[in-house]
C-alpha cells in the first residue's frame, strides 16, 4: 500500500513526472476529496497525489474541504503527508523562489470546518500542537534537500490567512511583529486534522511573491508568481524525487 501522498497547491494542480497508475474517486463521510486520488510512480516511490484546489484549480482556498481530503488519504492507506504550498515572502531572505520548510504556524483562519471532534455522539480530544509538525518527515526533507543541493529555510513560521484575497500592508506588518515569516491560505486547518489523524504531516512551501508592501512596495502579479513557481517548484521536486 503506498504510504506517501502529496497535496499539491497553487502550481501543483499536477505533477509532472508523476507516472499515474491509476485514479479513484472516493467519498468520505465528511463529503467528497478536492478530487480523485491519483496513485502513481515517481522517482524510485509510489506517491498518492491529491491537487487541493482541484484538478482545474476551481477551489478557494476557504472552500477546500480540508477533512474530506484528509480523511480520504487516511481511507487509502496513507501514513505521511506533504502539502505543498505558493506563499508570500515576508522575513527578509525569503524571497521569490525559496523554498521554506515552515516549524511553526499561526492560524488566522476563521469558519472552516477545521475538526474530527465534532461529531455529537463521539468524546472531544485535544491534540497536542506545539510542534504542528512531524519531526520525522522534517527531517527526512532536510536531508533529500541537502542530497540534491537545494538550499531550504526550515525555521519559518507560517502565518495562514482566509483569503482569497491578498492582505494588506497593515495585516503584513501585523503578521511579521506575530512572529510569522511567510505567508499563505491554505497551510489550516490541514496540518492540525492531519494530526487529529495520525498521519505525519509537514509543508514544502514556494516563495511566490514578496508579501503585500514588501519587495519595493509594487503590486503582487500573477506573470511573477507563476515564474517564480517554475523555479521553486524544479526545487521542490528535486526535493520530492530524493524523499
Ligand atoms: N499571501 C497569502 N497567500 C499567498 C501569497 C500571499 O502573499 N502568495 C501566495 N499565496
Redesign the pocket.
Known amino acids: 500500500m503506498t504510504s506517501l501522498a502529496l497535496i499539491g497547491g497553487?502550481g501543483f494542480d499536477r505533477l509532472v513526472g508523476l507516472e499515474v497508475a491509476r485514479q479513484e474517486a472516493v467519498k468520505t463521510p465528511y463529503g467528497e476529496p478536492s478530487g480523485p486520488l491519483l496513485f502513481g510512480r515517481l522517482g524510485e516511490r509510489e506517491w498518492v497525489f491529491l491537487p487541493r484546489h482541484g484538478a482545474g484549480h476551481t477551489i478557494a482556498p476557504h472552500q477546500i474541504n480540508y477533512r474530506a481530503n484528509i480523511r480520504a488519504l487516511k481511507d487509502a492507506g496513507v501514513t505521511r503527508v506533504i502539502g505543498l504550498a505558493?506563499?508570500?515572502g515576508i522575513a527578509a531572505g525569503l524571497t521569490p523562489g525559496r523554498v521554506v520548510l515552515p516549524e511553526q504556524i499561526i492560524d488566522y483562519t476563521w469558519g472552516r470546518a477545521h475538526t474530527f471532534f465534532d461529531s455529537p455522539d463521539a468524546a472531544v480530544k485535544h491534540i497536542e500542537f506545539a510542534q504542528p509538525y512531524s519531526a520525522p518527515l522534517r527531517a527526512k526533507i532536510i536531508a533529500a534537500a541537502e542530497a540534491g543541493g537545494v538550499e531550504l529555510a526550515s525555521e519559518a513560521v507560517y502565518a495562514v490567512?482566509q483569503?482569497p484575497r491578498?492582505?494588506t500592508a497593515a495585516e503584513i506588518d501585523r503578521l511579521e511583529r506575530d512572529g510569522a515569516s511567510i505567508?499563505?491560505?491554505t497551510g489550516m486547518p490541514e496540518a492540525a486534522l492531519a494530526r487529529e489523524a495520525g498521519m505525519d504531516y509537514a509543508t514544502l512551501a514556494i516563495v511566490?511573491?514578496p508579501?503585500?508592501g514588501r519587495g519595493g512596495g509594487g503590486e503582487?502579479n500573477m506573470e511573477t508568481?507563476a515564474e517564480n513557481l517554475e523555479v521553486g517548484g524544479a526545487k521542490v521536486m528535486e526535493i520530492i524525487t530524493r524523499l
Do not use: P, Y
Open positions: 497553487t505558493a506563499v508570500g490567512t483569503g491578498l492582505e505567508v499563505g491560505m511566490v511573491n508579501a503585500a503582487i508568481i
